[in-house]
């Protein structure tokens, strides 16, 4: 399958999915289980987003991803699902529509009229996820926010790095399954700003024996961006299954990135340095975790009667 017949693919999908999207909102109010409802709208968004950042239509994706926030916050309870909401989404869901059009027209960067068009509807969602609008009623018991991070922190020297850490290896057939590692990058990108970025190329073989249709990179990226956890995770959701991948939140923990070098495959010192030159360790964090490696190493050998220097 050539680039073009995908992007057809892409489009009768996305017109299926938008369908899909207007029927479960017309009938979520009459509906006993609202849940599945909700749910499905929301996993159409997020599936159109997902698409459209696979083939750079960063317009689509840009405002997908503000209507796919707004269903994340009615799907956890934030936000109820109100007659106005309803209405607003439906408006989006007709925007989204048109900006497929114009991908099947063409115009595959957007028009400055569709973008025009979608300004006030950005502003009435952007409304929602500011708290301008009443949310969802408190519900007894709910979780502290505190509870809810799901964030693991282990005891231990925090970095000074203000931005994510990602750590990706792309498996050996995402080239043959019609996936660009880059664009995953590229789409990444619309979601916040990627400050640094160093490519791994250690599972690269002697010319002779390589493939041109299997993928041996991997890359370390410093991304700064107001998201969450699952947001970054959702940008990977494509090729999680046959891909390694490492999300470290700002401001992690020493011991972490301990852990994200042993964890993955080449030379720990060498990746090392990939994350100083992200920004993301520091030469002094760097050098006290290749000291603790060196004290932890020394330790065992010790433990096992051998003599250590």
């Known amino acids: ?39 499905a709208v929301f996993r159409a968004a997020h599936t159109i987003k997902g698409s459209s950042g696979l083939f750079s239509l960063d317009h689509i994706v840009a405002f997908t991803h503000v209507v796919e926030s707004v269903l994340d916050r009615v799907r956890s309870g934030k936000l109820d699902l ?76 925090q970095v000074d790095a203000e931005h994510w850490h990602i750590s990706v290896r792309f498996g050996p057939d995402v080239l043959r399954n019609g996936m660009d590692p880059l664009s995953f990058i590229r ?38 961006g107001n998201v969450e956890k699952a947001t970054i995770e959702q940008v990977f959701e494509f090729v999680r299954e046959d891909s390694q991948l490492f999300i470290l939140p700002p401001h992690s923990l020493v011991s972490e990135y301990v852990k994200l070098l042993e964890q993955q495959q080449g030379d720990a010192t060498r990746l090392g340095e990939m994350l100083v030159r ?28 051998a003599k250590v220097d």
């Open 82 to 157: 109100t007659d106005k909401l309803i209405g607003l989404l439906l408006a989006c869901g007709d925007h989204m529509r048109a900006l497929v059009d114009g991908v099947a027209a063409g115009e595959q960067g957007g028009t400055p009229e569709l973008a025009q068009a979608g300004e006030p509807l950005v502003a009435d969602l952007r409304a929602y996820l500011s708290g301008a609008v009443a949310p969802a009623q408190a519900v007894a018991g709910a979780t502290p926010a505190a509870e809810a991070d799901t964030v693991r922190r282990i005891n231990g020297t």
């Open 187 to 224: 789409y990444l990108g619309t979601l916040g700003q990627i400050t640094a970025l160093a490519t791994v190329a250690d599972a690269l073989p002697d010319v002779a024996t390589m493939d041109p249709e299997t993928c041996y990179l991997g890359f370390e990226i410093a991304f700064k």
């Open 1 to 39: 399958m050539d680039l073009d017949e995908a992007l057809q693919l892409f489009i009768v999908e996305c017109r299926e999915l938008l369908e899909d999207m207007e029927t479960a909102l017309l009938a979520v109010e009459q509906a006993e289980e609202k849940s599945e409802m909700i749910n």
């Open 278 to 305: 992200c920004g993301t360790l520091s030469p002094q964090d760097f050098g006290k975790m290749v000291s603790g490696e060196i004290k932890r190493w020394a330790q065992v050998v010790k433990a096992s009667g």
